[in-house]
């Protein structure tokens, strides 16, 4: 059997024009979906670490991702487990950075052991590319990019095409 | 505006030939050290410190301190960002199609040179 490897780290950063507070607040709001998360919202019994997490979609039906809040330091520091719900691969770690610079905030997402080759690692390279620029977008100018608008659209109209594996009810709230 | 000098700075770093290089290394080996990438160009140190502050300077790298060493990771925002700024889905779509026709035509003379040389059919 050969044994699996796993990436080191994927770093994606981007400058933001508003103040870190607003920042970190937009990222981590529980109470409307988030459109740079392709509109899925937190489902958290609490925010904080050593709780579990769903990224939910559909009015509650999907549920695209799940994990644990593993650091919690407002506003400079989220990480949490990451795993994708469609997809048989082990769970991996996602860290958000947030720095205050002259003009704005300095915001890095950062992904860590996934498995390498697999089909998360392409998905979540792409996703990151997604969450990165259209969370820059979605701050400054109140919505995300065009592309992200015509997509999210798409998956309104796909919503009953999702997978059985994403479907709510196989992944409960703890 | 936090936008056009970040951009300013991205052709900046990539208006030179060894920066690109540098770039291809650390995308191809990331959290690769500061030393094991200098060690890969020919110029002194100083150089090559030099080059990594202006890719830093753009966004384009990103370090990470890991005991002595100073680990080295690819950004690929900023490329992204110009990417979209003049390009639609469509354009991108056609673009994408002419550059793997334009890097599959090379591929194959490549090959077909080397058969020449080797004496292959």
Known sequence: MTTKTY???????????APIETVWSEL??????????????WDAKDMAPGNTYRMVSNGGKTVAVIGEILEMEPPHRLVHSFRL???EDPASTVTYTLKEIEGGTEFCLITENILAGSKSE????????FIVKNFKAYIETGKVTFG??????????????????????????? | ??????????????????????????KEHPGIGVGVLASEFDVSRIAVMKHLGVLEQSGLIVSKKDGRTRRLYFN???????????????????????????YLAEMRSWSDEKDKKTGAK
Do not use: C
């Not at chain 1, 309104?156 to 409960?172: H, V, Y």
């Not at chain 2, 060894?18 to 290394?25: A, G, K, Q, Y």
């Not at chain 2, 110009?82 to 779509?93: G, L, Q, V």
């Open chain 1, 7 to 17: 990436t080191d780290r994927e770093i994606y950063k981007v400058l933001i024009s």
């Open chain 1, 28 to 41: 981590i709001k529980t109470t409307s979906p988030r459109p740079f998360f392709w509109n899925s919202s």
């Open chain 1, 85 to 87: 719900t469609s997809l």
């Open chain 1, 122 to 129: 392409k998905s979540m390279a792409d996703g990151a590319r």
């Open chain 1, 148 to 174: 992200a608008r015509m997509m999210l659209a798409m998956l309104r109209i796909m919503a009953p095409l999702t997978p059985k594996s994403m479907s709510a009810e196989n992944w409960p709230a703890e």
């Open chain 2, 1 to 26: 505006m936090i936008d056009d000098n970040y951009m300013d700075a991205v052709f900046q770093a990539l208006a030179h030939a060894s920066r690109r290089r540098m770039l291809d290394v650390v």
């Open chain 2, 76 to 102: 690929a925002v900023p490329i992204q960002m110009i990417h979209d700024r003049w390009t639609t889905e469509y354009s991108a779509y056609w673009s994408g199609k002419l550059t793997r026709i334009k």
